[in-house]
């Protein structure tokens, strides 16, 4: 295929790289004077009627990812009938390219991973999972500061093919079990992938190779965590530890986290576990003490009221200065008819008093909560998958005191349909081959005073006394996708 000129308005300049999932392009953006990177993805997607709503609505929630370990994405659209997005342009090569070079030492391994951790655990906080976490995803500037790409691809084509086809889903050689299955996944199979990576970064190879990708996803699922110190037998024997976490078949077993895994790989690596915290979307870290630790609502208060007296004390001061040097208008003898008195001039006091009244924004806000800190969402599945007269249904079971929201603008709906056991069972039909995106929620009870307490765009944890960053309606939410059958209706 000939090298386009032009993509929409961006110049194309040379192909980066070419794959099942997408070809990448170097191009020049006029209207800003700055290099970028475009991803076409290929024009077989587009027979399932479904990618296009699915993309534009995926590629909306990938942009919105805003922290300074995170390749931003610029711009969206569509060319020779292909969409396309565009990224930054990283010129400090991938991953991929430094582990070629040789193993990467343990300090070097936890400085990345720890970057990459933050970036992976703000995106889960926003509902988004990686699903496609490799090195070659892991890009760096002219600084030589790391950089997660491709957020949410793999989401966006998985419908479009299968692991026996062109494997875009995800990567098998990355692929954590469950994801392998086709089951439900969350932020745990991020955290197996970083685990996969951190073995590749220190051996310089994969754990796992078969001669085909279908072997390779096999023995993700069935075989035990290679030994990183039979490899390497130098390495301390936690860091074996650590991989074996990470990896773990049973993502209960894991990780909760990617900064749990983060200060597991610092703690081998400088003796202690890092400043680890989760980062607002301008890249601030969260409201910390000088000791590193959250600051209190005493001691916010404590500031407040300091800083009242303070002002009090100012203005009682100016006042009786006022008073002590007002211009000295009495006469040395008594006017006629007044008498002269011994006594001597009375002093005025100036007595200042402030009642402090509460603010209007309501109590100093609450510290912001770690990354390992979410509010607890509620169970859900998909049970059945039935054609019915050549109309598909889908049912799920969930939390009864759960509620559910259906996400999707194609005509899916779902409706209650009995409450056993506890247990909500809900039935959901669409278009042949759908994906229902189903919303559901368990939101936490807060008072006006908790609430308060935050910002708008965060939500009190009551258990942990901090502000946990997701809007409250969001507070307690998974989505769950739910496909239906194709019933040649």
């Known amino acids: 295929m000939p090298l386009p000129e032009k993509i929409g308005r961006y110049e194309v300049k040379s192909e980066l790289g070419r794959g099942g999932m997408a070809t990448v392009y170097r191009a020049f953006d006029p209207n800003f004077d700055r290099e970028v990177a475009i991803k076409v993805l290929p024009r ?86 990686h699903r496609d976490l490799k090195p070659d995803n892991i890009l ?45 996944i969350d932020q745990r199979s991020d955290v197996y992938g970083l685990g996969v990576i951190v073995y590749q970064m220190l051996s310089g190879h994969q754990p796992y190779s078969a001669d ?114 007002a211009p000295d208008v009495t006469s040395t003898a008594p006017a006629p008819g007044e008498t002269q008195s011994d006594e001597p001039p009375a002093l005025v006091t100036v007595v200042v008093t402030a009642t402090l009244q509460p603010t209007a924004t309501g109590p100093a806000f609450a510290p912001a909560c770690s990354a390992d800190i979410a509010f607890p969402t509620p ?9 019915n007269q050549k109309i598909p249904y889908a049912y799920a079971m969930m939390e ?27 039935s959901c039909t669409g278009p042949s081959f759908a994906v229902v995106q189903l919303q559901v929620c368990k939101v936490p009870e807060l008072s006006e005073q908790e609430l308060a307490q935050c910002s708008p765009d965060s939500t009190f944890n009551a258990e942990n006394g901090c502000c946990i960053a997701i809007p409250k309606e969001e507070a307690g939410c998974r989505v769950i996708e739910i496909p239906l059958k194709g019933c040649g209706g």
Not at 141 to 159: H, M, Q, R
Not at 259 to 280: C, D, P, Q, R, Y
């Open 212 to 325: 085909t990708p279908m072997g390779v996803v096999v023995k993700h699922i069935t075989e035990p965590v290679p030994e990183i110190l039979k490899v390497l037998p130098d390495l301390p024997p936690e860091v074996d530890a650590v991989i074996k976490t990470a990896m773990a078949k049973d993502k209960n077993q894991r990780y909760e986290n990617t900064i749990e895994l983060a200060k597991a790989m610092n703690t081998i690596a400088f003796g202690h576990s890092g400043n680890l915290t989760f980062n607002t979307n301008s890249g601030i870290t969260s409201r910390l003490g000088a000791t590193g630790k959250p600051a209190s609502r005493k001691w916010n208060t404590g500031l407040i009221v300091t800083g009242i007296v303070a002002l009090v004390a100012v203005i009682g001061f100016l006042l009786l200065r006022n008073q002590l040097l």
């Open 379 to 387: 169970i859900a599945r998909l049970t059945d998958n039935l054609c």
């Open 140 to 184: 760096f500037d002219e600084n030589g500061e790391p950089f997660i790409s491709d957020f949410g691809v793999a989401k966006l084509t998985e419908s479009t093919s299968n692991l026996t086809g062109s494997g875009v889903i995800g990567t098998p050689a990355y692929m954590s079990p469950e994801q392998a299955q086709g089951v439900e």
């Open 44 to 129: 077989e997607m587009l027979h399932d009627p479904q990618f296009r709503s699915r993309f534009e609505r995926e590629i909306k929630m990938i942009a919105s990812l805003e922290h300074p370990s995170i390749v931003p994405v610029y711009d969206t659209g569509e060319f020779n009938e292909q969409p396309y997005f565009v990224m930054r342009f990283m010129n400090g090569g991938s991953l991929s390219d430094v582990i070629e070079k040789g193993g990467i030492s343990i300090q070097d391994t936890a400085k990345i991973v720890e970057k990459i951790a933050q970036g992976l655990a703000y995106a889960h906080r926003k509902g988004v999972i």
């Open 400 to 426: 009864e005191n759960a509620t559910f929201t259906v996400l999707n603008t194609d005509g899916s709906k779902c409706r209650q349909e009995a409450v056993k056991n506890g247990e909500r069972i809900v």
